[in-house]
């Protein structure tokens, strides 16, 4: 299938994904902040350990200007605020430490011009991975989280500008918060908060699913390495 015309007019007609919807606010300090919008869990004993193995989507944002949202963008997506990320992340940690290892997929999304205007983002412009270690908090609704995000693939045909980001790696840092209700704070919390530097912080409107509050991943990008991988270099020119 020929998909030239439709590239070509995606590169003219391409809209700001941030106008229309009311989006939660930026965290405080957080360059991306991405939410756990459903989880599968199941529990299996290894060698005497028993672990929490879960599986999660993820949707969320990141700032113009990060390694994940470069400020070339702007050239196709004039007005954008910030970049639309979507991923699956899946993770193994033991049940009693609350430590283990994750990883998982992301893509980082615009809208198309066919799409409604409150529609979510669905065109894959960066596409990569992501692993590293999660470590619980103790006493606190938190857990801490070390890691890199890999770019494997970008839509060098529509945004050539983006070809070189393919084979590089940045390290990143994150915090997961975990909402709480009147239960869990003795009815300091009235609804759903977050405990952010030890306040209770109300969960967002624009943070919720459905009536349910979501779990936060606020993320901050670290150094940027360039990895010699020929096959993601060829990804790059020719993205499925």
Same mark, same amino acid.
């Given at each position: 299938?020929?998909?030239?015309?439709?590239?070509?007019?995606?590169?003219?007609?391409?809209?700001?994904?941030?106008?229309?919807?009311?989006?939660?606010?930026?965290?405080?300090?957080?360059?991306?902040?991405?939410?756990?919008?459903?989880?599968?869990?199941?529990?299996?004993?290894?060698?005497?350990?028993?672990?929490?193995?879960?599986?999660?989507?993820?949707?969320?944002?990141?700032?113009?200007?990060?390694?994940?949202?470069?400020?070339?963008?702007?050239?196709?997506?004039?007005?954008?605020?910030?970049?639309?990320?979507?991923?699956?992340?899946?993770?193994?940690?033991?049940?009693? +430490?609350?430590?283990?290892? +994750?990883?998982?997929?992301?893509?980082?999304?615009?809208?198309?011009?066919?799409?409604?205007?409150?529609?979510?983002?669905?065109?894959?412009?960066?596409?990569?991975?992501?692993?590293?270690?999660? +470590?619980?908090?103790?006493?606190?609704?938190?857990?801490?989280?070390?890691?890199?995000?890999?770019?494997?693939?970008?839509?060098?045909?529509?945004?050539?500008?983006?070809?070189?980001?393919?084979?590089?790696?940045?390290?990143?840092?994150?915090?997961?918060?975990?909402?709480?209700?009147? +239960?869990?704070?003795?009815?300091?919390?009235?609804?759903?908060?977050?405990?952010?530097?030890?306040?209770?912080?109300?969960?967002?409107?624009?943070?919720?699913?459905?009536?349910?509050?979501?779990?936060?991943?606020?993320?901050?990008?670290?150094?940027?390495?360039?990895?010699?991988?020929?096959?993601?270099?060829?990804?790059?020119?020719?993205?499925?």
């Amino acid at each position: 299938m020929r998909r030239t015309p439709i590239l070509v007019g995606l590169a003219l007609l391409l809209l700001p994904s941030s106008s229309y919807a009311e989006f939660p606010a930026p965290p405080s300090r957080a360059e991306a902040w991405l939410y756990e919008t459903a989880e599968r869990v199941t529990f299996d004993v290894e060698k005497r350990v028993i672990l929490r193995k879960a599986v999660s989507p993820l949707m969320g944002f990141t700032l113009i200007g990060t390694p994940l949202c470069p400020s070339a963008m702007l050239a196709n997506v004039p007005g954008l605020a910030h970049c639309t990320v979507i991923g699956v992340g899946k993770s193994t940690l033991d049940a009693q +430490t609350g430590e283990g290892p +994750t990883s998982g997929t992301f893509d980082v999304v615009i809208d198309i011009p066919s799409n409604p205007s409150v529609h979510v983002p669905d065109l894959p412009v960066i596409s990569g991975t992501f692993e590293g270690s999660i +470590t619980s908090v103790p006493g606190l609704p938190l857990l801490s989280l070390g890691g890199r995000f890999r770019i494997r693939t970008v839509d060098a045909r529509t945004f050539p500008a983006l070809e070189s980001l393919v084979g590089e790696s940045v390290s990143f840092t994150g915090i997961f918060r975990i909402p709480v209700g009147p +239960t869990e704070t003795s009815g300091l919390c009235p609804a759903a908060c977050y405990v952010v530097d030890g306040t209770l912080v109300p969960v967002q409107d624009a943070e919720l699913s459905i009536g349910f509050a979501l779990v936060r991943l606020e993320i901050q990008f670290g150094e940027i390495e360039r990895e010699r991988d020929d096959d993601d270099r060829d990804h790059g020119r020719n993205p499925d």
